[in-house]
T-cell receptor, first 114, second 111 residues
Framework: SQQGEEDPQALSIQEGENATMNCSYK?????LQWYRQNSGRGLVHLIL?????REKHSGRLRVTLDTSKKSSSLLITASRAADTASYFC??????????????FGRGTQLTVWP | DGGITQSPKYLFRKEGQNVTLSCEQN?????MYWYRQDPGQGLRLIYY???????QKGDIAEGYSVSREKKESFPLTVTSAQKNPTAFYLC??????????FGPGTRLTVL
């Protein structure tokens, strides 16, 4: 299975601290994405990084990708209580036959305390 | 949650009963997906449709059925053959650059 695995499963920090979560996957990809899910809600796309990119920024988010290690990290800087959510990485499959097929990990539950 | 609506938000099913979850989108996207999410788990693909009048099984299609008669609509039926249907169900569409847009979800509970 291509399913990614996030690490850690849960992360608890204080407001203002940085939060780092990691994702590992198994097969070659075209791109890797990170999604956020607030409790009981749908997922929201955060950022996409292509396989030929090593780092990407969007606001307080920084994503890195190491295709040789098949891993990615998501860094949220200066975290806020509103960042409390589950974060999922999602990968496609290089050469995959299904349009838009994504493989999701189990997620990292981030709790940011005021 | 963008232009995707799911209804109802909460659904209760008696054992042996079929129920249908609605998913409607106004994003004009061709491809649509149904996922199941269990506590502490990632999303598992049930069915997907790349175009009207066509759909394919995902990884856990047993006990589920779908239709795609209109571009805007992709309803999911949970049949009595699905032995453990209690879960959170998410519908998604495919936008640009392989990005998926999700609805708000339906929480199904078997009584």
């Amino acid at each position: 299975s291509q399913q990614g695995e996030e690490d850690p499963q849960a992360l608890s920090i204080q407001e203002g601290e940085n939060a780092t979560m990691n994702c590992s996957y198994k097969t070659s990809i075209n791109n890797l994405q990170w999604y956020r899910q607030n409790s009981g809600r749908g997922l929201v796309h955060l950022i996409l990084i292509r396989s030929n990119e090593r780092e990407k920024h969007s606001g307080r988010l920084r994503v890195t990708l190491d295709t040789s290690k098949k891993s990615s990290s998501l860094l949220i800087t200066a975290s806020r209580a509103a960042d409390t959510a589950s974060y999922f990485c999602a990968t496609d499959e290089y050469g995959g036959s299904t349009l838009g097929r994504l493989y999701f990990g189990r997620g990292t539950q981030l709790t940011v305390w005021p | 949650d963008g232009g995707i609506t799911q209804s109802p938000k909460y659904l209760f099913r008696k054992e042996g009963q079929n129920v249908t979850l609605s998913c409607e989108q106004n994003l004009n996207h061709d491809a649509m997906y149904w996922y199941r999410q269990d506590p502490g788990q990632g999303l598992r693909l049930i069915y997907y449709s790349q175009i009207v009048n066509d759909f394919q099984k995902g990884d856990i299609a047993e006990g589920y059925s779908v239709s795609r008669e209109k571009k805007e609509s992709f309803p999911l039926t949970v049949t009595s053959a699905q032995k453990n249907p209690t879960a959170f169900y998410l519908c998604a569409t495919l936008g640009e650059v392989n990005t998926q847009y999700f609805g708000p979800g339906t929480r199904l509970t078997v009584l």
